[in-house]
């Protein structure tokens, strides 16, 4: 065979190889469909009701800011509604949160820590809440309660809201919302 005849053999394999990996190249480099995001809807909330209604939600651990192996600050949201409404409401007025010890072992371990928030430290706690929803968020620091170290106890997270308009207070439907403090490590 001469070089010319063996020389277009080599080219036209040369040729096919590189066109079938060019096609393979651009067949895996293809952008995989996702669905179109949803647009953002802007949540309805109630500026001008009584609230009757109140969903807190406290965060499952507390924090150890200073990192002594004690809790020191707990995160609260509140999202106020004035049932049957399912908009949030957000209003005026005072909060109140307490902190129940679960068990008590002695007289003096009964005590109830307390956190009182006036209407302009609520007003400043206005946003959205640990889920997004339009409320209050707070931080209750255990460190600014009490005169000394804090024996390790569960604690069970209670609030109340006093609408600056006057009213009945809104106070949290009785549940389990549970907290340790004191000694974490």
């Avoid at 277009?8 to 995989?32: M, P, Q, Y």
């Avoid at 620091?141 to 997270?157: H, L, S, T």
Wanted: hydrophobic fraction near 40%.
């Amino acid at each position: 065979m001469s070089r010319a005849p063996l020389a277009l053999l080599a080219l036209l394999v040369v040729s096919c190889t590189l066109t079938i990996g060019c096609e393979d190249a651009t067949k895996t480099s293809r952008r995989r469909y996702t669905p179109p995001r949803p647009e953002p809807k802007v949540m309805k909330v109630l500026r001008d009701v009584r609230p009757n209604r109140m969903a807190l939600i406290v965060a499952p651990k507390a924090e150890d800011i200073e990192g002594d192996g004690k809790a020191d600050l707990i995160n609260v949201s509140v999202v106020l509604f004035s049932e049957p409404r399912p908009e949030p409401v957000i209003v005026p007025g005072t909060f109140e949160f307490e902190a129940v010890p679960l068990h008590t072992d002695s007289k003096s371990d009964v005590s109830i820590l307390k956190w009182r928030f006036n209407q302009d430290q609520t007003g400043a706690a206005e946003g959205p809440t640990m889920f997004g929803f339009p409320g209050y968020r707070f931080q209750l620091d255990v460190r600014k309660i009490g005169d000394g170290p804090m024996p390790a106890k569960v604690v069970n997270i209670e609030a109340t809201f006093q609408p600056a308009a006057g009213g009945p207070p809104v106070k949290c439907v009785p549940d389990q919302r549970l907290v340790r403090l004191g000694n974490t490590g």
